[in-house]
């Protein structure tokens, strides 16, 4: 079983950046891709933006208005969200996940919070 291990959340105002980060605890683990989700309180998980692993590419929900930036670094087999000109409605928790083949996200981390300020 692999473990995804975010970090990076926290609390910042509206406006403000933050970069989150996600590793798989065995190094040795490679995805097929990897995705970015959020659940705020009461609303149910969506998609943010996902990366193929081999390629670089990614996608992005369309929500996300070209405030958030995916990125992976291959050599420390991480992945990265930035988050720009963040809002209040970025508050939530947020998980990376992990494909292993083309279609379901196999493995999820804990989720990290990030909470935006007024």
């Known amino acids: 079983q692999v473990q995804l291990v975010e970090s990076g959340g926290g609390l910042v105002q509206a406006g403000g950046s933050l970069t989150l980060s996600c590793a798989p605890s065995d190094r040795t683990f490679t995805s097929y891709g990897m995705g970015w989700f959020r659940q705020a309180p009461g609303k149910e998980r969506e998609f943010v933006a996902h990366i193929w692993w081999s390629s670089g590419m990614k996608y992005y929900a369309d929500s996300m208005n070209g405030r958030f930036t995916i990125s992976r670094d291959v050599a420390k087999n991480t992945v990265y969200l930035l988050m720009d000109n963040l809002e209040p409605e970025d508050t939530a928790i947020y998980y990376c996940?992990?494909?292993?083949?083309?279609?379901?996200?196999?493995?999820w981390g804990q989720g990290t919070q990030v909470t935006v300020s007024s």
């Open positions: 996940a992990a494909q292993v083949v083309h279609g379901e996200y196999k493995y």
